[in-house]
């Protein structure tokens, strides 16, 4: 079975910086684009960012542009989300998600189960 | 960037009722459109993908039609295991957007 688990949530304070990790498993993670998602409190679904199979290209929500980067170690069948600079809008529960990507559809089939990222002061 | 506005933004129902969730993109997304369903404290779940197909295991009563800009996810007798929040998301581009949710709350 799919399984994907997320680490690495906690207090930070405004300005910090806060490593989550995704450890995947059940799957042959070096095939498969994966992502971040996020949901702040009370808000909806954020798609934040996404890195391609082999990890040659990235992308990412502009709100998080120069202060987030997302990684990963295929041998280690492990996504990784590094954020500094980090702000109170920032606060959310986090979700690594597996891609899938056909001809003709794209979607994210199997999520984490979120760990949250909290920053206050 | 592509804007997706789903509506209503909530909607109250009652067990057996047929429930109608629409999205409308910004621009025009084929059918790169997919629904998942998301509960508090849950992972969200893929529902639909490609704007109609039935994700493997999702029960039969969810239905989803549309392509270019508008779209719609029918659920066709709500049961009490569907009341929460649905949400559409493009992946037509590099930034996968998802509209802001319509909440199925039960009457």
């Known amino acids: 079975d799919v399984q994907l688990l997320e680490s690495g949530g906690g207090l930070v304070s405004p300005g910090g910086s806060l490593r989550l990790s995704c450890a995947a498993s059940g799957f042959d993670f070096s095939y498969y684009g994966m992502a971040w998602v996020r949901q702040a409190p009370g808000k909806g679904l954020e798609w934040v960012s996404t890195?391609?199979?082999?990890?040659?290209?990235?992308y990412y929500t502009d709100s998080v542009k120069g202060r987030f980067t997302i990684s990963r170690d295929n041998s280690k069948s492990t996504l990784y989300l590094q954020m500094k600079s980090l702000r109170a809008e920032d606060t959310a529960v986090y979700y690594c998600a597996k891609i899938y990507r056909g001809v003709d559809s794209h979607y994210f089939d199997y999520w984490g189960q979120g760990s949250l990222a909290t920053v206050s002061s | 960037d592509i804007q997706m506005t789903q509506s209503p933004s909530s909607l109250s129902a009652s067990v057996g009722d047929r429930a109608t969730l629409t999205c409308r993109a910004s621009?025009?997304?084929?059918?790169?459109l997919n629904w998942y369903q998301h509960k508090p404290g849950e992972s969200p779940k893929l529902l639909i993908y490609a704007a109609s197909s039935l994700q493997s295991g999702v029960p039969s009563r969810f239905s989803g039609s549309g392509s270019g800009t508008d779209f719609t996810l029918t659920i066709s007798s709500l049961q009490l295991e569907d009341f929460a929040t649905y949400y559409c998301q493009e992946s037509y581009s590099d930034s996968w957007t998802f509209g802001q949710g319509t909440k199925v709350e039960i009457k």
């Open positions: 890195i391609t199979a082999g990890g040659d290209r990235t």
């Open positions: 621009q025009n997304i084929d059918t790169f």
